[in-house]
């Protein structure tokens, strides 16, 4: 019944206290937030969190979604903010986590293919690289790549949710890219 209704429907109904359809668009979008919160955090445990609380803002603020934007524009936004509300926190507590090298290599953005072990292997290690690259970057820098190059997000759509003009979101990923380029140039390892 809900798998056919459009985002904005849903919450439509989920604003009547309907909350299998609420339920519904966390199913459409819980991946994706996660993804989002994950390219920003850098952490898995804490991009979990962020994405999880995202969800629950977004349920308890249903009401105010005035249908200006899509809703996974409201639902970025939401992620965004839930996102740099965990930053502040982190850096305010200047906490240290001590399991960032052991477990460093396991977390990527992309899955590697099924390859040959050897290929996964080197996938694995450029996704590392790749990672701690776009880890390295300013925040505001972070977010429009995540959003552009992961979420594959379009211009306009990361221009709504981070309520700034498109011309700054070109900008910021024409710098991020560029500073990319020149951390990734620099790496001893070749790079595809």
């Given at each position: 019944?809900?798998?056919?209704?459009?985002d904005?429907?849903?919450?439509?109904?989920?604003?009547?206290?309907?909350?299998?359809?609420?339920g519904?668009?966390?199913r459409?979008?819980?991946?994706?937030?996660?993804?989002?919160c994950?390219?920003?955090?850098?952490?898995?445990?804490?991009?979990?969190?962020?994405?999880?609380?995202?969800?629950?803002?977004?349920?308890?603020?249903?009401?105010?979604?005035?249908?200006?934007?899509?809703?996974?524009?409201?639902?970025?936004?939401?992620?965004?903010?839930?996102?740099?509300?965990?930053?502040?926190?982190?850096?305010?507590r200047?906490e240290e986590?001590?399991?960032?090298?052991?477990?460093?290599?396991?977390?990527?953005?992309?899955?590697?293919?099924?390859y040959?072990?050897s290929?996964?292997?080197?996938?694995?290690?450029?996704?590392?690289l790749?990672?701690q690259?776009?880890?390295?970057?300013?925040?505001?820098?972070?977010?429009v790549?995540?959003?552009?190059?992961?979420?594959?997000?379009?211009?306009?759509?990361?221009?709504?949710?981070?309520?700034?003009?498109?011309?700054?979101?070109?900008?910021?990923?024409?710098?991020?890219?560029?500073?990319?380029?020149?951390?990734?140039?620099?790496?001893?390892?070749?790079i595809g």
């Amino acid at each position: 019944m809900y798998r056919d209704l459009t985002d904005e429907k849903l919450l439509s109904l989920a604003v009547e206290a309907d909350r299998e359809a609420f339920g519904e668009i966390v199913r459409r979008w819980e991946r994706r937030i996660f993804a989002l919160c994950f390219g920003m955090l850098g952490r898995e445990d804490e991009a979990r969190d962020a994405s999880q609380e995202a969800f629950v803002a977004a349920y308890k603020n249903i009401g105010n979604f005035r249908g200006e934007a899509k809703v996974s524009s409201w639902l970025h936004r939401i992620a965004v903010n839930q996102c740099l509300t965990v930053k502040r926190r982190s850096k305010t507590r200047s906490e240290e986590y001590l399991d960032d090298e052991n477990h460093e290599d396991e977390r990527v953005f992309v899955a590697a293919e099924a390859y040959s072990p050897s290929i996964q292997t080197e996938q694995a290690e450029r996704n590392v690289l790749v990672r701690q690259a776009v880890g390295s970057l300013p925040l505001d820098l972070r977010q429009v790549v995540v959003m552009k190059e992961f979420e594959e997000m379009t211009f306009q759509e990361i221009s709504d949710t981070l309520e700034i003009p498109l011309s700054t979101v070109k900008s910021r990923l024409y710098t991020a890219l560029k500073q990319l380029r020149s951390k990734l140039e620099r790496l001893p390892m070749e790079i595809g």
